[in-house]
């Protein structure tokens, strides 16, 4: 059983430990903690939350799509002028849009783009039981539904739009490409889950018994797993605490089922890739296999594409790694977008 998640907190009052200790399957416990916890979450130290919010108009809002599931989303929009383009966020596993991501789109709307990002289904502040996903290609097509109709709108109908995926949210990007081939301007890929690394899946026999047991047990939480956190920081791994509505249990056993059925799809299918893409990825990453990153820049069908490797960078490189690396490889997405964005309009 994962020990309560104000364990590692000092100095918060009993009852915001109450708040942030409680079940966390249903939402309105995430809803509640992260209303509570918000303004602690975004005081910590790190670069990240130190992006000014100064000309930035920033949106959350709930709203329902055709499933009826209730989906928490937010944006961030340069105040001035019209944006260069769109961003449409993808995150990772457990995560949500509101906790570090929160800096990275402060710093890409500041560059003049606008950023948009959602809570899958079950994850973050949307709807849905905590960390579980019964089918990937529903998160996919729920998606794709929301981006889509960001891009319909008048004001942004004509811009550039990319697509940017970190970890899951990489599969989940491509996924959504393989769904639209024609729609996107671009896909940035950060540490992207195309395989889940061979030291963090079970053996060949355990893996078998899972997924058997997932079709009798899909909500249960019975697989074996490490503490991501700890090989997915190169630094800041302590400030993950703050992280409160991330799920981090033991994943679900469909959840599971799902993430290995994906990953294994996407492997069989990275000469369908076709839209321009820039890949991103820490030699020492431990959690989703560089080697992969390197076959998708080797095999997708595009010739507009770029992989970048950072010698001795982890999983999470723009939330675990010093400084000077991080805001590097900001530049690296910058220069990217800026490059696309005119090529893109003037194409």
């Not at 602690?40 to 329902?64: A, N």
């Not at 570090?100 to 973050?124: C, I, Q």
């Not at 469909?254 to 294994?264: I, P």
């Not at 959690?287 to 970048?308: G, H, I």
Request: with cysteine.
């Amino acid at each position: 059983m994962a020990p309560p998640r104000s364990a590692k907190l000092n100095d918060i009052s009993d009852e915001l430990k109450r708040i942030i200790d409680a079940n966390f399957d249903k939402v309105f416990a995430r809803r509640r903690a992260r209303e509570a916890f918000e303004g602690v979450m975004l005081s910590i130290d790190h670069s990240l939350f130190k992006v000014p919010t100064e000309g930035l108009k920033i949106d959350e809002r709930y709203e329902k799509n055709s499933r009826g599931v209730e989906i928490f989303s937010k944006s961030w929009l340069p105040e001035s002028h019209p944006p260069k383009g769109i961003i449409c966020y993808c995150h990772g596993y457990g995560e949500s849009c509101t906790f570090f991501f929160e800096g990275t789109a402060r710093k890409l709307a500041s560059a003049g783009y606008g950023v948009f990002a959602l809570d899958y289904p079950g994850f973050g502040l949307s709807d849905g039981l905590h960390g579980y996903i019964p089918s990937f290609e529903s998160l996919v097509d729920d998606v794709t539904e929301h981006y889509s109709k960001i891009k319909d709108k008048p004001e942004f109908h004509a811009l550039p739009s990319f697509l940017f995926g970190q970890s899951m949210g990489g599969a989940v990007a491509l996924k959504v490409h393989l769904k639209q081939p024609k729609a996107w301007s671009g896909a940035i890929l950060l540490a992207p889950m195309c395989k889940i690394a061979d030291d963090l899946r079970p053996p060949y026999l355990v893996t078998r018994l899972l997924i058997a047991l997932s079709k009798a047990l899909p909500k249960s939480k019975l697989v074996p797993s490490k503490d991501l956190d700890d090989i997915a920081f190169h630094q800041n791994k302590e400030l993950t605490a703050y992280n409160i509505i991330a799920y981090k249990d033991k994943p679900r056993l469909r959840t599971a089922v799902e993430l290995l059925h994906v990953t294994e799809e996407i492997e069989r299918r990275l000469q369908e890739v076709s839209l321009p893409l820039l890949i991103l990825h820490g030699e020492a990453d431990a959690l989703t296999d560089p080697s992969v990153s390197k076959a998708l820049f080797e095999k997708a069908s595009t010739r507009d594409k770029k992989l970048n490797l950072y010698k001795n960078a982890c999983h999470q490189l723009l939330e675990g790694e010093p400084d000077e690396v991080v805001f590097g490889i900001f530049n690296d997405i910058i220069s990217w977008l800026d490059d696309h964005s005119s090529k893109d309009t003037t194409s």
